[in-house]
């Protein structure tokens, strides 16, 4: 349960990023949804390369299973870009998202064959394929990005929390999953989306997904997110680090280890940030349009709340 800008809503754990010997995971999908049903997750979405999964012939093993694929057309610069593609039909046309040698930029004709088919598109790992912030800004239609990835984690490229920012200070406020890209067993249990909604149903799944009713974690929890009259709150379990992220240098430390400079480690339930104060006119020449609060615990694990829009 979490109240989430006002509204009490459950959560559901859910890793929404999964390969599986449907492409090129070492797990079958019945085995892989086993692993994260034992580990206690809710909802799993199958993102196999270029193919789409037969969901009836899966054991959910309790849980709810949406079909998915991560399609692969040229990005232009870069010659093979990464789109997950959640709550696709199983005879989903996937010829628009194979990589063709001519290397025409073709991301856009994939967000928008998964959006007349009522899915979503995010953009995976954008680190790890080279993207810059301008050429994922150019696209329209895209539901988020990853904030982290943890099967890129072993090259170095599992966050990317300096291309979100990029992406909201030209405007861009798109919501961040964490997933795990789960291929074989050092990917699993890393990452994963608590969705905020009413029920485990793909209805209300897809649209708390699509709204941004969502937060992004390797560990914390959020117990609650509150905007009102330009006071940002949150409550959540034991962190050592609470800083609100905004545009250029505006980083709004809360708690954090050392930040009284004796050498304290902080454990903090608790923040509150107060939008008037920080962003008073006289208080700050840098115009700031977007705030976001990420967390860090003693053991190094983040997690994320989406962006809201600053007035
Ligand atoms: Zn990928
Ligand atoms: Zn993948």
Redesign the pocket.
């Known amino acids: 349960m979490i109240e989430f800008y006002g509204k009490k809503l459950n959560t559901y754990r859910a890793n929404l990023?999964t390969?599986s010997t449907t492409s090129d995971g070492k797990f079958t999908p019945n085995q892989v949804m086993e692993l994260y049903s034992k580990a206690g997750y809710d909802v799993m979405c199958m993102?196999d390369?270029l193919k789409t999964n037969h969901i009836a012939d899966i054991d959910p093993h309790g849980m709810l299973v949406i079909s998915g694929i991560?399609m692969h057309p040229a990005g232009g610069r870069i010659h093979r870009s990464?789109l997950?593609c959640i709550d696709v039909p199983e005879d989903f046309d996937i010829s628009v998202g194979e990589y063709r040698r001519d290397g025409e930029n073709r991301m856009q004709e994939v967000i928008d064959a998964v959006n007349a088919e009522g899915g979503l598109c995010f953009f995976?790992?954008p680190y790890w394929c080279g993207f810059r912030a301008e050429e994922i800004a150019a696209l329209n239609g895209l539901a988020g990005i990853e904030v982290y990835?943890t099967?890129t984690r072993y090259i170095g490229r599992a966050y990317n929390m300096q291309l979100w920012d990029e992406l909201c200070d030209m405007g861009v406020l798109l919501p961040a999953l964490a997933v795990d890209?789960v291929?074989r067993p050092r990917d699993l249990f890393l990452g994963w989306t608590e969705v905020c909604c009413e029920e485990r149903t793909t209805e209300s799944i897809m649209a708390a997904l699509k709204s941004g009713s969502y937060y992004s974690t390797q560990g914390p929890r959020f117990k609650r997110i509150s905007y009102r009259d330009g006071i940002f709150e949150a409550e959540f379990t034991p962190v050592t680090s609470a800083i609100g992220m905004s545009n250029q240098c505006r980083g709004f430390c809360a708690a954090a280890p050392n930040l009284a400079g004796d050498g304290s480690v902080p454990e903090v339930t608790s923040c509150r940030f107060d939008m008037r104060d920080l962003f008073a006119p006289g208080k700050t020449v840098i115009k700031c349009n977007y705030f976001r609060l990420q967390i860090i615990d003693a053991e190094g694990r983040h997690a994320w709340t989406n962006p809201i829009p600053i007035p």
Do not use: R
């Open positions: 990023h390969h993102t390369h991560e990464h997950l995976a790992h990835n099967s890209d291929h």
